[in-house]
């Protein structure tokens, strides 16, 4: 399909951490006129992240982090209760998911399932999230997880019965974007 857009200039704003680019492009719109634009967008990658679920216990594995982005816009503590994620690496998807659970929850998982994929703030972050569920079993767990020290990474690992997540939903509790898609999956799919 071809492209309405042509762009005309990328500037990098910083890129101190990720990068944040100013790109000026040129839009053609539906009644054929042209327009220049101006927008910011914030590269820091694609992401992936997973829902371990029991069925069995009917349980679920989430985590909790401190998360500044929440703190400076209304989360008091600027704890965040989290599906398990993280950002892609070089390898795929499935890979960088299956580390990361092991990093983040001490869960070696096998069977990874992947549900969707969603642009989770398409106005301004350029991330796609690759969203992926899998059962586990206690005997599972290998570590305590909590994530890498050296990336100051101190993440504390929680098991809940998937009805009170639910409840934590509704409360405000659980107020993760994409810890909701996933626990609403769940439900949608009669899973637990
Ligand atoms: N020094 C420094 N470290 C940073 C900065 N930004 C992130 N980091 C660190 O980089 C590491 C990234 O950890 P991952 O587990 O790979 O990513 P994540 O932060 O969990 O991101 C996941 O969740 C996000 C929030 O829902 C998602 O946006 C993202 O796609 C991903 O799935 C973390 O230790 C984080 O603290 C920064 O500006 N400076
Ligand atoms: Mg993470």
Redesign the pocket.
């Known amino acids: 399909m071809q492209s309405n857009v042509k762009i005309l200039k990328t500037e990098i704003l910083s890129d101190n951490?990720y990068i944040l680019k100013k790109i000026t492009y040129e839009y053609l719109k539906g009644d054929g006129k042209k327009q220049v634009q101006t927008r910011e967008a914030y590269d820091r990658g694609n992401?992936?992240?997973i829902l371990l679920y029991n069925r069995e216990q009917k349980t679920i594995i989430l985590t909790r982090q401190f998360r500044l982005p929440t703190f400076i816009n209304g989360n008091e503590t600027g704890m965040l209760i989290?599906a398990c994620?993280?950002?892609l690496d070089k390898d795929n998807a499935i890979d960088c998911i299956r580390r990361?659970t092991e990093e983040e929850t001490g869960y070696k998982v096998t069977n990874i399932t992947k549900v969707l994929e969603a642009y989770?703030s398409p106005g301004s972050v350029t991330?796609m999230?690759s969203f992926f569920i899998a059962e586990y079993t206690n005997e599972m767990k290998i570590t305590a997880g909590g994530g890498l020290e050296h990336?100051?990474?101190n993440i504390e690992v929680l098991e809940l019965f998937f009805d009170d997540a639910l409840r934590m939903m509704e409360t405000g509790e659980i107020k993760?974007g994409?810890t909701i898609i996933l626990l609403q999956y769940l439900r949608l799919k009669n899973l637990l």
């Open positions: 951490w992401g992936a992240t989290e994620a993280g950002l990361e989770m991330e999230l990336e100051g990474e993760d994409k």
